[in-house]
């Protein structure tokens, strides 16, 4: 079963707009949340990451947010352009067993249009 | 820069043949992995090393065999294929605990 949970699968905006990507977790031994994105025939590259001691980063026009009681994070593209247009996905893991052992959510694939 | 390399990028067998994804890396990175990525499930840890001479079982493992000889190279083995192991597999490697995972551009596999 997936220990991350992401929604929604797919969402289109158009130019300009926020797409948010929800995620959530049950594992309280998680302490450090990255986002990926992926664009078609790549490898995923990292996109931001936060860990439980901050409830907002951001990274240019990305915003990640984060709900420690809640155990929910999500992350905000902020004036969307069409080059944004790709997969996004969520993970978590634990600073104790941290070595790259992500766990991922499904992916969202965002859409932007002109 | 290479970063990950992964070889071949597109590969048919069939079902009971077995072959090799290679992965290699330019990085120095101790840390490699191997993901596969399908609809709807995200990417999953199928192994994954800390080291040369180091290697553990990630989250879906079976059918699959992995040895690290050297720094650079993770190789991912099929040892008999089967149509659930159709899918596209991701290298990674990473400097160290919390430091990005570098990926490799995929092989993508599928076995009939």
């Known amino acids: 079963q997936q220990q991350v949970k992401q929604s929604p699968q797919s969402l289109i905006v158009q130019k300009g707009g926020i797409p948010i990507i929800n995620c959530a977790y049950e594992?309280?031994?998680?302490?450090?949340f990255p986002w990926y994105q992926q664009f078609p025939g790549k490898g995923p590259a990292l996109l931001i990451a936060?860990?439980?001691?901050?409830s907002e980063k951001k990274e240019g026009r990305f915003t990640i947010s984060f709900n420690k009681s809640a155990k929910q994070f999500s992350l905000h593209i902020m004036d969307s352009q069409p080059g944004d247009s790709a997969t996004y996905f969520c993970a978590a893991t634990g600073l104790a067993d941290s070595w790259g052992k992500l766990q991922f959510g499904a992916g969202t694939q965002v859409v932007v249009t002109p | 820069n290479a970063g990950v390399t992964q070889t071949p990028k597109f590969q048919v067998l069939k079902t009971g043949q077995s072959m090799t994804l290679q992965c290699a890396q330019d990085m120095n990175h101790e840390y490699m992995s191997w993901y596969r990525q399908d609809p709807g499930m995200g990417l999953r840890l199928i192994h994954y090393s800390v080291g040369a001479g180091i290697t553990d079982q990630g989250e879906v493992p079976n059918g699959y065999n992995v040895s690290r000889s050297t720094t650079e190279d993770f190789p991912l083995r099929l040892l008999s294929a089967a149509p659930s192991q159709t899918s596209v597999y991701f290298c990674?490697?990473?400097?160290?605990?919390?430091?990005?995972?570098?990926f490799g551009n995929g092989t993508r596999l599928t076995v009939t």
């Open positions: 936060i860990r439980p001691d901050v």
């Open positions: 594992n309280t031994a998680f302490d450090y």
């Open positions: 990674a490697s990473s400097s160290g605990p919390n430091s990005p995972l570098h």
